[in-house]
């Protein structure tokens, strides 16, 4: 099921009164060495990003500021997650198509990448997705 794929982790959070803290190590609280960060910001309102899959990367996102939607899809069903803590994390195996949507004022989407950018890797037409999903 598309929901044992993926996996919310709940990252450390140190409350503080000076403000709190929240941190991940690669490997430990993330399930690969990162070897990649990038985030998304300034998104304007109603706008949509991503809309492709990975062949092999394996991804964690954060919601560092505001939220958004994750839909996410297996070949098979659908799955949506809302991210709106900086203290969750969602990780998200390959061979997932995902687009993210509703993003609020401001919100910041920081992603973790187990590989560094390879467009070789992106599967990018949805019904060449599925048929690739669907073989394995
Ligand atoms: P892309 O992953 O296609 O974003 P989206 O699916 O939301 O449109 O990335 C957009 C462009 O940014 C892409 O053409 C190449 C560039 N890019 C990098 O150079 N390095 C990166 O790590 C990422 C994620 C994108």
Known sequence: ???DKIKIINLPKIID???N?????GGNHIPF????CYWIYDVP???VRG???YKELEEVFVALSGSFDIILNDGVNEHKVSLNRSYYALYVPKMIWRHIENFSTNSVCMIMASEKYNEADYIRDFD???DHANKR
């Open 17 to 19: 009164d000076r403000g």
């Open 21 to 25: 803290l929240s941190f991940f190590e």
């Open 45 to 47: 309102g109603g706008e």
């Open 128 to 130: 060449q997705f599925k």
């Open 1 to 3: 099921m598309l929901s």
């Open 51 to 53: 809309g492709h899959a």
């Open 33 to 36: 060495q990162i070897k990649r």
